[in-house]
Protein backbone atom coordinates (compact mmCIF):
# COMPACT_ATOMS: atom_id res chain seq x y z
CA UNK A 1 0.00 0.00 0.00
CA UNK A 2 1.21 3.24 -0.98
CA UNK A 3 0.30 7.02 0.65
CA UNK A 4 1.11 9.57 -1.85
CA UNK A 5 1.76 12.85 -1.29
CA UNK A 6 3.89 12.46 1.89
CA UNK A 7 6.37 15.60 2.80
CA UNK A 8 8.77 16.89 5.08
CA UNK A 9 8.91 20.34 5.56
CA UNK A 10 13.00 21.06 6.70
CA UNK A 11 13.87 24.60 8.43
CA UNK A 12 17.69 25.61 8.02
CA UNK A 13 19.23 28.30 9.78
CA UNK A 14 22.17 29.51 8.36
CA UNK A 15 23.49 32.45 10.27
CA UNK A 16 23.96 30.41 13.61
CA UNK A 17 25.98 27.62 13.26
CA UNK A 18 25.76 24.89 16.11
CA UNK A 19 29.54 23.84 15.82
CA UNK A 20 32.20 21.99 13.32
CA UNK A 21 32.19 18.51 12.71
CA UNK A 22 35.78 17.01 13.23
CA UNK A 23 37.23 15.47 10.13
CA UNK A 24 37.94 12.62 12.55
CA UNK A 25 34.39 11.13 12.85
CA UNK A 26 35.17 9.37 9.37
CA UNK A 27 37.78 7.32 10.89
CA UNK A 28 38.38 3.54 11.08
CA UNK A 29 39.54 0.54 12.62
CA UNK A 30 41.76 -2.74 12.02
CA UNK A 31 42.37 -5.21 14.08
CA UNK A 32 45.28 -7.87 13.67
CA UNK A 33 43.82 -11.78 13.66
CA UNK A 34 40.40 -10.74 13.25
CA UNK A 35 38.46 -11.95 10.67
CA UNK A 36 40.96 -10.81 7.40
CA UNK A 37 40.96 -7.70 8.65
CA UNK A 38 44.78 -7.99 8.03
CA UNK A 39 45.88 -11.41 6.80
CA UNK A 40 43.17 -11.96 3.80
CA UNK A 41 42.45 -8.48 3.98
CA UNK A 42 44.78 -5.33 3.80
CA UNK A 43 48.03 -7.73 4.31
CA UNK A 44 48.12 -11.48 1.57
CA UNK A 45 51.55 -12.47 1.15
CA UNK A 46 51.89 -14.55 -2.13
CA UNK A 47 49.01 -12.84 -3.59
CA UNK A 48 49.31 -11.52 -7.14
CA UNK A 49 47.12 -8.93 -5.80
CA UNK A 50 50.33 -7.90 -3.37
CA UNK A 51 52.96 -5.66 -3.28
CA UNK A 52 55.70 -8.15 -4.72
CA UNK A 53 58.76 -5.12 -3.88
CA UNK A 54 60.51 -5.52 -0.32
CA UNK A 55 59.95 -2.93 2.04
CA UNK A 56 57.65 -1.93 4.50
CA UNK A 57 54.58 -2.27 2.19
CA UNK A 58 55.59 -5.68 0.76
CA UNK A 59 53.06 -8.28 0.59
CA UNK A 60 49.83 -5.75 1.18
CA UNK A 61 47.32 -6.12 -1.16
CA UNK A 62 47.30 -3.32 -3.53
CA UNK A 63 43.39 -3.27 -4.34
CA UNK A 64 42.65 -2.94 -1.20
CA UNK A 65 44.85 -0.01 -0.54
CA UNK A 66 43.67 2.14 -3.53
CA UNK A 67 39.89 1.29 -1.97
CA UNK A 68 41.08 3.00 1.20
CA UNK A 69 42.84 6.21 -0.35
CA UNK A 70 39.97 6.49 -2.56
CA UNK A 71 38.01 7.48 0.92
CA UNK A 72 39.79 10.25 2.39
CA UNK A 73 41.01 8.45 5.60
CA UNK A 74 40.70 9.86 8.77
CA UNK A 75 42.76 7.97 11.99
CA UNK A 76 42.53 4.33 11.39
CA UNK A 77 42.68 2.80 15.22
CA UNK A 78 45.04 -0.79 15.43
CA UNK A 79 46.04 -3.15 16.63
CA UNK A 80 42.57 -3.61 18.37
CA UNK A 81 40.12 -4.12 20.12
CA UNK A 82 40.24 -7.15 22.26
CA UNK A 83 43.38 -8.18 20.32
CA UNK A 84 45.13 -5.08 22.20
CA UNK A 85 44.67 -6.64 25.41
CA UNK A 86 47.66 -9.12 24.93
CA UNK A 87 49.77 -7.77 21.95
CA UNK A 88 53.08 -6.69 22.59
CA UNK A 89 54.08 -3.91 20.03
CA UNK A 90 58.00 -5.78 19.93
CA UNK A 91 56.89 -8.49 18.63
CA UNK A 92 56.06 -6.81 15.39
CA UNK A 93 59.15 -5.11 14.63
CA UNK A 94 62.11 -6.30 12.71
CA UNK A 95 62.48 -8.83 10.14
CA UNK A 96 59.35 -10.52 9.40
CA UNK A 97 61.26 -13.92 9.59
CA UNK A 98 62.26 -13.53 13.31
CA UNK A 99 59.40 -12.38 14.60
CA UNK A 100 57.60 -14.63 16.82
CA UNK A 101 54.19 -16.94 16.17
CA UNK A 102 52.01 -16.59 18.91
CA UNK A 103 48.81 -18.17 20.06
CA UNK A 104 46.39 -14.93 19.90
CA UNK A 105 44.23 -15.37 22.72
CA UNK A 106 41.13 -12.49 21.92
CA UNK A 107 39.77 -14.66 18.98
CA UNK A 108 41.32 -18.30 19.43
CA UNK A 109 43.54 -17.76 16.17
CA UNK A 110 47.19 -17.46 15.78
CA UNK A 111 48.85 -14.38 15.25
CA UNK A 112 52.11 -14.27 13.14
CA UNK A 113 53.44 -10.56 13.61
CA UNK A 114 54.16 -10.37 10.11
CA UNK A 115 52.71 -7.14 9.75
CA UNK A 116 52.98 -5.37 12.77
CA UNK A 117 53.79 -1.54 13.84
CA UNK A 118 56.09 -0.22 10.60
CA UNK A 119 54.03 -2.01 7.85
CA UNK A 120 51.13 -0.11 9.85
CA UNK A 121 52.54 2.94 10.03
CA UNK A 122 53.69 2.76 6.01
CA UNK A 123 50.60 1.99 5.11
CA UNK A 124 48.36 4.42 6.70
CA UNK A 125 51.25 6.88 5.49
CA UNK A 126 50.50 4.90 1.47
CA UNK A 127 46.59 4.88 2.17
CA UNK A 128 46.75 9.44 3.39
CA UNK A 129 45.33 8.42 7.04
CA UNK A 130 46.59 9.18 10.07
CA UNK A 131 47.05 6.38 12.39
CA UNK A 132 45.41 5.73 16.06
CA UNK A 133 47.41 2.79 18.20
CA UNK A 134 46.29 1.46 21.03
CA UNK A 135 48.58 0.00 24.31
CA UNK A 136 46.74 -2.91 26.23
CA UNK A 137 47.47 -0.15 29.53
CA UNK A 138 49.29 -3.05 30.98
CA UNK A 139 52.66 -1.87 31.47
CA UNK A 140 54.00 1.08 31.20
CA UNK A 141 57.24 0.36 30.10
CA UNK A 142 56.08 -1.06 27.33
CA UNK A 143 53.84 2.11 26.43
CA UNK A 144 57.14 4.45 26.98
CA UNK A 145 58.79 2.08 24.62
CA UNK A 146 56.71 1.99 21.64
CA UNK A 147 55.91 5.91 22.18
CA UNK A 148 59.84 6.27 22.11
CA UNK A 149 60.35 4.01 19.21
CA UNK A 150 57.56 5.60 16.87
CA UNK A 151 57.72 9.20 17.55
CA UNK A 152 61.39 9.85 19.20
CA UNK A 153 63.59 12.17 17.17
CA UNK A 154 66.81 11.01 19.76
CA UNK A 155 69.54 8.78 18.82
CA UNK A 156 68.43 6.18 21.26
CA UNK A 157 68.97 2.33 20.61
CA UNK A 158 65.05 1.90 20.23
CA UNK A 159 65.22 5.04 17.42
CA UNK A 160 67.83 3.09 15.87
CA UNK A 161 66.00 -0.01 15.67
CA UNK A 162 63.61 2.12 13.90
CA UNK A 163 66.25 3.31 11.49
CA UNK A 164 67.29 -0.52 11.11
CA UNK A 165 64.01 -1.53 10.45
CA UNK A 166 63.05 1.17 7.53
CA UNK A 167 62.52 4.34 8.84
CA UNK A 168 65.06 6.87 10.10
CA UNK A 169 62.46 10.01 10.97
CA UNK A 170 60.06 9.57 13.37
CA UNK A 171 56.61 8.14 12.73
CA UNK A 172 54.88 11.17 14.52
CA UNK A 173 52.35 8.68 15.59
CA UNK A 174 49.60 11.71 17.38
CA UNK A 175 46.32 9.04 18.84
CA UNK A 176 47.06 7.13 21.54
CA UNK A 177 44.71 4.64 23.42
CA UNK A 178 45.15 3.20 26.45
CA UNK A 179 43.64 0.50 27.26
CA UNK A 180 40.72 -1.04 25.37
CA UNK A 181 37.36 -2.09 27.39
CA UNK A 182 39.32 -2.91 30.58
CA UNK A 183 36.00 -2.94 32.02
CA UNK A 184 34.91 -5.76 30.95
CA UNK A 185 36.36 -9.72 32.07
CA UNK A 186 37.38 -10.54 28.76
CA UNK A 187 40.19 -8.42 28.62
CA UNK A 188 43.57 -9.09 29.74
CA UNK A 189 44.14 -6.51 32.27
CA UNK A 190 40.92 -6.52 33.25
CA UNK A 191 40.50 -3.97 35.81
CA UNK A 192 38.17 -1.97 38.41
CA UNK A 193 37.32 1.61 37.82
CA UNK A 194 39.56 2.97 40.43
CA UNK A 195 42.25 0.45 39.42
CA UNK A 196 41.86 1.54 35.40
CA UNK A 197 42.23 5.38 36.76
CA UNK A 198 45.16 4.87 38.72
CA UNK A 199 46.91 2.52 35.79
CA UNK A 200 45.82 5.49 32.96
CA UNK A 201 47.31 8.19 34.81
CA UNK A 202 50.66 6.22 35.52
CA UNK A 203 50.37 5.67 31.44
CA UNK A 204 49.35 8.92 30.76
CA UNK A 205 51.87 10.83 32.45
CA UNK A 206 54.81 9.28 31.19
CA UNK A 207 53.99 8.77 27.35
CA UNK A 208 53.36 12.28 27.14
CA UNK A 209 56.98 12.45 28.87
CA UNK A 210 58.28 11.31 25.51
CA UNK A 211 56.43 13.30 23.37
CA UNK A 212 54.01 15.91 24.52
CA UNK A 213 52.39 16.33 21.76
CA UNK A 214 50.53 13.03 21.86
CA UNK A 215 46.69 12.95 21.94
CA UNK A 216 45.20 10.84 24.46
CA UNK A 217 41.89 8.30 24.29
CA UNK A 218 40.74 6.76 27.70
CA UNK A 219 38.46 4.04 27.93
CA UNK A 220 34.83 5.15 28.91
CA UNK A 221 31.89 2.45 29.21
CA UNK A 222 28.33 1.90 27.53
CA UNK A 223 26.88 0.99 31.39
CA UNK A 224 27.36 1.44 35.11
CA UNK A 225 28.70 5.03 33.15
CA UNK A 226 29.39 7.50 36.78
CA UNK A 227 30.98 4.50 38.60
CA UNK A 228 33.43 4.58 36.26
CA UNK A 229 33.78 7.72 34.46
CA UNK A 230 33.93 9.70 37.81
CA UNK A 231 37.30 8.20 39.21
CA UNK A 232 38.90 8.10 35.93
CA UNK A 233 38.44 11.48 34.81
CA UNK A 234 39.37 12.27 38.96
CA UNK A 235 42.28 11.08 38.79
CA UNK A 236 43.38 11.25 35.12
CA UNK A 237 41.33 13.46 33.70
CA UNK A 238 43.42 16.46 32.95
CA UNK A 239 45.47 13.73 30.92
CA UNK A 240 43.08 12.34 28.72
CA UNK A 241 41.62 14.14 25.41
CA UNK A 242 39.06 11.79 24.50
CA UNK A 243 37.02 8.70 26.10
CA UNK A 244 35.97 6.09 23.93
CA UNK A 245 32.20 4.81 23.90
CA UNK A 246 31.50 1.92 21.98
CA UNK A 247 27.81 0.83 20.45
CA UNK A 248 26.44 -1.70 18.38
CA UNK A 249 23.12 -2.13 16.70
CA UNK A 250 21.48 -5.75 16.29
CA UNK A 251 20.22 -6.94 13.24
CA UNK A 252 18.30 -10.40 13.27
CA UNK A 253 17.45 -10.68 9.08
CA UNK A 254 19.79 -14.02 8.77
CA UNK A 255 17.71 -15.94 11.51
CA UNK A 256 14.09 -14.71 11.06
CA UNK A 257 13.97 -14.83 7.42
CA UNK A 258 12.96 -11.24 7.38
CA UNK A 259 14.73 -8.56 5.56
CA UNK A 260 14.83 -6.46 9.80
CA UNK A 261 14.96 -3.32 8.21
CA UNK A 262 12.89 -1.17 10.13
CA UNK A 263 14.10 -2.29 13.18
CA UNK A 264 17.77 -1.83 11.96
CA UNK A 265 17.30 1.44 10.47
CA UNK A 266 15.96 2.78 13.89
CA UNK A 267 18.41 2.46 15.70
CA UNK A 268 20.64 5.12 14.95
CA UNK A 269 17.98 6.44 17.37
CA UNK A 270 19.83 4.74 20.11
CA UNK A 271 23.14 5.83 18.93
CA UNK A 272 22.53 9.26 19.55
CA UNK A 273 20.52 8.92 22.82
CA UNK A 274 23.53 7.22 23.97
CA UNK A 275 26.12 9.72 22.69
CA UNK A 276 24.47 12.74 24.57
CA UNK A 277 23.68 11.06 27.36
CA UNK A 278 27.38 10.14 27.97
CA UNK A 279 28.54 13.39 26.53
CA UNK A 280 26.11 15.17 29.09
CA UNK A 281 28.14 13.02 31.81
CA UNK A 282 30.76 13.61 30.72
CA UNK A 283 30.63 17.48 31.06
CA UNK A 284 29.00 17.57 34.10
CA UNK A 285 31.57 15.24 36.01
CA UNK A 286 34.48 17.43 34.35
CA UNK A 287 33.01 20.81 35.69
CA UNK A 288 32.19 19.01 39.17
CA UNK A 289 36.17 18.15 39.10
CA UNK A 290 37.46 21.46 38.00
CA UNK A 291 38.58 19.87 34.85
CA UNK A 292 39.76 23.11 32.68
CA UNK A 293 37.30 21.46 29.38
CA UNK A 294 35.36 18.09 29.43
CA UNK A 295 37.07 14.89 27.47
CA UNK A 296 36.01 14.60 23.69
CA UNK A 297 34.07 11.57 22.86
CA UNK A 298 35.79 8.71 20.18
CA UNK A 299 33.36 6.44 19.02
CA UNK A 300 35.98 3.96 18.34
CA UNK A 301 33.97 0.90 18.01
CA UNK A 302 30.26 0.97 16.56
CA UNK A 303 28.64 -1.19 13.84
CA UNK A 304 25.39 -3.13 13.09
CA UNK A 305 25.77 -6.94 13.93
CA UNK A 306 23.99 -9.38 12.28
CA UNK A 307 23.05 -11.92 14.61
CA UNK A 308 22.58 -16.03 13.88
CA UNK A 309 22.44 -19.02 16.08
CA UNK A 310 25.64 -20.45 17.73
CA UNK A 311 24.74 -23.78 16.36
CA UNK A 312 24.42 -22.81 12.86
CA UNK A 313 26.98 -24.27 10.77
CA UNK A 314 29.90 -21.79 11.39
CA UNK A 315 30.03 -19.00 8.56
CA UNK A 316 33.40 -18.91 5.93
CA UNK A 317 34.02 -16.20 3.72
CA UNK A 318 32.65 -17.14 -0.29
CA UNK A 319 34.88 -16.37 -3.34
CA UNK A 320 32.24 -13.73 -4.10
CA UNK A 321 31.87 -10.80 -1.31
CA UNK A 322 29.54 -12.65 0.63
CA UNK A 323 29.15 -16.05 3.22
CA UNK A 324 30.05 -19.24 1.22
CA UNK A 325 27.12 -21.85 0.98
CA UNK A 326 26.21 -24.18 3.81
CA UNK A 327 23.41 -26.27 5.26
CA UNK A 328 20.94 -24.09 7.17
CA UNK A 329 18.22 -25.44 8.60
CA UNK A 330 15.09 -22.98 7.74
CA UNK A 331 14.70 -19.90 8.55
CA UNK A 332 12.38 -18.99 11.63
CA UNK A 333 13.96 -21.07 14.20
CA UNK A 334 10.86 -21.80 15.52
CA UNK A 335 10.96 -17.97 17.28
CA UNK A 336 8.20 -15.53 16.20
CA UNK A 337 8.88 -11.83 14.61
CA UNK A 338 12.38 -10.71 15.13
CA UNK A 339 12.75 -11.38 18.66
CA UNK A 340 15.68 -13.88 19.11
CA UNK A 341 16.32 -15.97 22.56
CA UNK A 342 19.22 -14.41 25.12
CA UNK A 343 23.13 -14.55 23.71
CA UNK A 344 23.94 -15.63 26.86
CA UNK A 345 23.45 -18.98 27.44
CA UNK A 346 19.21 -18.53 28.76
CA UNK A 347 16.35 -21.04 28.15
CA UNK A 348 16.81 -20.36 24.51
CA UNK A 349 19.43 -20.86 21.93
CA UNK A 350 22.68 -18.76 22.11
CA UNK A 351 23.73 -16.30 19.24
CA UNK A 352 26.91 -14.95 17.70
CA UNK A 353 28.15 -12.25 14.89
CA UNK A 354 28.37 -13.51 11.56
CA UNK A 355 31.41 -11.90 10.65
CA UNK A 356 31.08 -12.62 6.32
CA UNK A 357 27.74 -11.21 6.69
CA UNK A 358 27.99 -8.54 3.44
CA UNK A 359 26.38 -4.74 4.29
CA UNK A 360 22.87 -4.50 3.26
CA UNK A 361 20.80 -1.58 2.29
CA UNK A 362 19.44 -1.32 5.71
CA UNK A 363 22.95 -1.25 7.39
CA UNK A 364 23.90 1.82 4.49
CA UNK A 365 20.60 3.43 6.20
CA UNK A 366 21.31 3.18 9.82
CA UNK A 367 25.05 4.29 9.08
CA UNK A 368 23.82 7.45 7.68
CA UNK A 369 21.53 8.21 10.68
CA UNK A 370 24.62 7.23 13.13
CA UNK A 371 26.66 9.92 11.09
CA UNK A 372 23.87 12.43 11.64
CA UNK A 373 23.62 11.61 15.31
CA UNK A 374 27.50 12.93 15.34
CA UNK A 375 27.14 15.65 13.04
CA UNK A 376 24.38 17.17 15.86
CA UNK A 377 26.84 15.98 18.56
CA UNK A 378 29.44 18.95 17.19
CA UNK A 379 27.03 21.49 19.45
CA UNK A 380 27.85 19.79 22.53
CA UNK A 381 30.49 20.09 24.76
CA UNK A 382 31.71 16.97 24.86
CA UNK A 383 31.22 16.16 21.02
CA UNK A 384 31.54 12.81 19.11
CA UNK A 385 35.04 13.60 17.98
CA UNK A 386 36.09 10.82 16.17
CA UNK A 387 34.22 7.46 14.85
CA UNK A 388 35.79 4.66 14.15
CA UNK A 389 33.75 1.82 12.81
CA UNK A 390 34.22 -2.15 12.76
CA UNK A 391 35.65 -2.76 10.52
CA UNK A 392 37.44 -1.38 7.28
CA UNK A 393 38.38 -4.49 5.80
CA UNK A 394 36.27 -7.61 5.67
CA UNK A 395 34.40 -8.61 9.02
CA UNK A 396 31.08 -6.70 7.81
CA UNK A 397 33.46 -4.09 6.65
CA UNK A 398 33.63 -1.09 4.07
CA UNK A 399 36.12 -2.65 1.89
CA UNK A 400 35.59 -6.12 1.12
CA UNK A 401 38.49 -8.14 0.03
CA UNK A 402 39.10 -12.03 -1.46
CA UNK A 403 41.39 -13.99 -3.19
CA UNK A 404 39.93 -12.61 -6.23
CA UNK A 405 39.70 -8.75 -6.11
CA UNK A 406 38.35 -6.12 -3.79
CA UNK A 407 35.23 -4.30 -3.49
CA UNK A 408 33.40 -1.42 -1.84
CA UNK A 409 30.37 -2.80 0.18
CA UNK A 410 27.30 -1.17 0.53
CA UNK A 411 28.02 0.87 3.59
CA UNK A 412 31.57 2.30 1.98
CA UNK A 413 29.31 4.91 0.13
CA UNK A 414 27.94 6.44 2.70
CA UNK A 415 31.90 6.87 4.30
CA UNK A 416 32.70 8.39 0.72
CA UNK A 417 29.73 10.35 0.08
CA UNK A 418 29.68 12.41 3.64
CA UNK A 419 33.69 12.65 4.08
CA UNK A 420 33.75 14.16 0.30
CA UNK A 421 30.51 15.72 -0.26
CA UNK A 422 28.72 17.22 2.78
CA UNK A 423 30.25 20.54 4.98
CA UNK A 424 31.86 20.74 8.58
CA UNK A 425 30.21 23.55 9.91
CA UNK A 426 27.15 22.44 11.67
CA UNK A 427 23.40 24.23 10.53
CA UNK A 428 20.84 23.99 13.53
CA UNK A 429 17.89 22.43 11.20
CA UNK A 430 14.39 21.21 12.19
CA UNK A 431 12.04 18.57 10.22
CA UNK A 432 8.19 18.22 10.82
CA UNK A 433 7.39 15.21 8.63
CA UNK A 434 5.81 11.85 8.83
CA UNK A 435 7.22 9.26 11.52
CA UNK A 436 6.35 5.82 13.18
CA UNK A 437 6.40 5.21 16.55
CA UNK A 438 8.10 1.97 17.36
CA UNK A 439 9.87 -0.04 19.72
CA UNK A 440 13.38 0.51 19.01
CA UNK A 441 16.05 -1.95 19.94
CA UNK A 442 18.53 -0.88 22.15
CA UNK A 443 21.59 -2.11 20.38
CA UNK A 444 22.59 -5.61 20.99
CA UNK A 445 21.31 -5.35 24.47
CA UNK A 446 19.50 -8.75 25.98
CA UNK A 447 16.77 -8.45 28.95
CA UNK A 448 15.90 -11.24 31.40
CA UNK A 449 13.67 -12.81 29.04
CA UNK A 450 16.38 -13.52 26.31
CA UNK A 451 14.84 -11.16 24.02
CA UNK A 452 16.28 -7.41 22.69
CA UNK A 453 15.85 -4.79 24.82
CA UNK A 454 13.44 -2.11 23.46
CA UNK A 455 12.67 1.37 24.19
CA UNK A 456 9.20 2.93 22.59
CA UNK A 457 10.59 6.21 20.37
CA UNK A 458 8.90 8.10 17.53
CA UNK A 459 11.01 7.49 14.35
CA UNK A 460 11.23 9.87 11.59
CA UNK A 461 10.81 9.13 8.55
CA UNK A 462 13.21 12.23 7.34
CA UNK A 463 16.29 12.33 9.25
CA UNK A 464 18.47 15.84 7.73
CA UNK A 465 22.25 16.92 8.42
CA UNK A 466 22.61 20.51 7.24
CA UNK A 467 26.29 21.57 7.00
CA UNK A 468 27.78 24.63 5.04
CA UNK A 469 31.35 23.55 3.35
CA UNK A 470 34.52 25.76 2.57
CA UNK A 471 33.03 26.93 0.07
CA UNK A 472 29.74 28.61 1.11
CA UNK A 473 27.64 26.16 -0.20
CA UNK A 474 24.57 24.74 1.86
CA UNK A 475 25.28 20.83 2.07
CA UNK A 476 21.93 18.90 2.89
CA UNK A 477 22.56 15.17 4.00
CA UNK A 478 18.97 13.48 3.55
CA UNK A 479 17.86 9.66 5.03
CA UNK A 480 14.65 8.58 4.27
CA UNK A 481 14.58 5.90 6.48
CA UNK A 482 10.45 4.70 4.72
CA UNK A 483 11.14 1.26 3.61
CA UNK A 484 9.18 1.91 0.16
CA UNK A 485 7.35 5.21 -0.58
CA UNK A 486 9.02 8.88 -1.84
CA UNK A 487 9.20 11.45 -0.14
CA UNK A 488 8.69 14.95 -0.78
CA UNK A 489 11.59 17.42 1.04
CA UNK A 490 10.95 21.28 1.20
CA UNK A 491 13.64 23.29 2.29
CA UNK A 492 12.89 26.47 3.98
CA UNK A 493 16.53 28.35 4.63
CA UNK A 494 16.61 31.22 7.36
CA UNK A 495 12.77 31.50 7.74
CA UNK A 496 12.03 32.15 3.98
CA UNK A 497 11.27 29.75 1.16
CA UNK A 498 12.85 33.09 -1.08
CA UNK A 499 16.05 32.27 0.66
CA UNK A 500 16.10 28.76 -0.83
CA UNK A 501 17.73 28.16 -4.03
CA UNK A 502 15.75 26.05 -6.38
CA UNK A 503 18.42 23.66 -7.87
CA UNK A 504 20.65 21.36 -6.35
CA UNK A 505 23.78 18.89 -7.20
CA UNK A 506 22.17 15.88 -6.18
CA UNK A 507 24.10 12.63 -5.42
CA UNK A 508 22.32 9.95 -3.99
CA UNK A 509 22.90 5.46 -2.59
CA UNK A 510 20.52 3.28 -2.14
CA UNK A 511 17.60 4.27 -3.85
CA UNK A 512 17.56 2.09 -6.92
CA UNK A 513 18.76 -1.11 -5.02
CA UNK A 514 17.15 -4.42 -6.34
CA UNK A 515 15.76 -4.77 -2.99
CA UNK A 516 15.98 -4.19 0.87
CA UNK A 517 18.38 -7.07 1.25
CA UNK A 518 20.46 -6.16 -1.98
CA UNK A 519 24.38 -6.59 -1.56
CA UNK A 520 27.62 -5.55 -3.46
CA UNK A 521 29.79 -8.92 -4.53
CA UNK A 522 32.48 -9.20 -6.93
CA UNK A 523 30.50 -9.71 -9.53
CA UNK A 524 28.27 -6.86 -9.54
CA UNK A 525 30.03 -4.32 -7.59
CA UNK A 526 27.97 -1.08 -8.32
CA UNK A 527 24.66 -3.15 -7.46
CA UNK A 528 24.54 -0.19 -4.78
CA UNK A 529 26.38 2.92 -5.53
CA UNK A 530 26.46 6.34 -5.19
CA UNK A 531 24.89 8.14 -8.09
CA UNK A 532 25.11 11.58 -9.42
CA UNK A 533 22.10 12.99 -11.01
CA UNK A 534 23.54 16.21 -11.71
CA UNK A 535 21.78 19.64 -11.14
CA UNK A 536 18.03 19.12 -10.10
CA UNK A 537 15.66 21.54 -9.96
CA UNK A 538 12.92 21.70 -6.75
CA UNK A 539 9.48 20.58 -8.39
CA UNK A 540 6.94 23.02 -6.44
CA UNK A 541 9.85 23.69 -4.17
CA UNK A 542 10.35 20.29 -3.06
CA UNK A 543 12.70 17.65 -4.09
CA UNK A 544 11.67 14.05 -3.93
CA UNK A 545 13.35 11.69 -1.97
CA UNK A 546 13.56 7.78 -2.94
CA UNK A 547 13.34 5.25 -0.17
CA UNK A 548 15.48 3.39 1.80
CA UNK A 549 18.18 6.09 0.31
CA UNK A 550 20.95 8.60 1.73
CA UNK A 551 20.70 11.52 -0.12
CA UNK A 552 23.15 14.34 -0.21
CA UNK A 553 22.00 17.81 -1.61
CA UNK A 554 24.54 20.66 -2.73
CA UNK A 555 21.97 24.18 -2.72
CA UNK A 556 22.92 25.74 -6.02
CA UNK A 557 22.64 29.97 -5.60
CA UNK A 558 22.31 30.00 -9.52
CA UNK A 559 21.58 28.22 -12.55
CA UNK A 560 25.23 27.37 -13.68
Known sequence: MSVHGREALVTIDTRRPAGR?????????????????????????????SVAEPGLLHGTRTDVLELVRELGPGPIRWPGGNFTSAYHWEDGIGPRETRPSRL?????????????????????????????????????DEAVR???????????????????????????????????????????????????????????????????????????????????????????????????????????????????????????????????????????LAAELGLERPPALTLDEWTMRHLEPEDWPRPLPGDDGGIAERELPETGGGVAGPELPEAGGGPGRRVRVNRWSPRTVADLVFCAGVFHAVHRSAALPAPVAMANPVNLVNANGLVVARPGGALRSAIYHVWHLYRHHTGRTVLPSEVDGPARTAAVRLGDSWGPDGRL??????????????????????????????????????????????????????RTVGGDAPGLGAVNTLGAQDTIAVRDLGEVEASGGAWEISPHSVTVLTLLEELS
Open 104 to 140: ELAWGGQESNRFGTDEFLAWCEAAGAEPYLVHSCRDV
Open 453 to 506: VTAPMTVPYIDVSATRADDGSVRVAVVNRHRDENIRVRIVLDGSTGATPARARV
Open 21 to 49: IDDDVYGHFLESAFFGNIEGGVFDEGSPL
Open 146 to 284: WVEYTNSARATTLTGRRAGNGRAEPWKVRYWGVGNEVYGPWQMGHRTAEEYAAAALEHARFMRLVDPEIRLIGVGIPWQQEQWTRPLLARAGKLLDYLSLHLYGASTHLWTGDDDYDAVVAQALYFEREIHAYSQLVTE
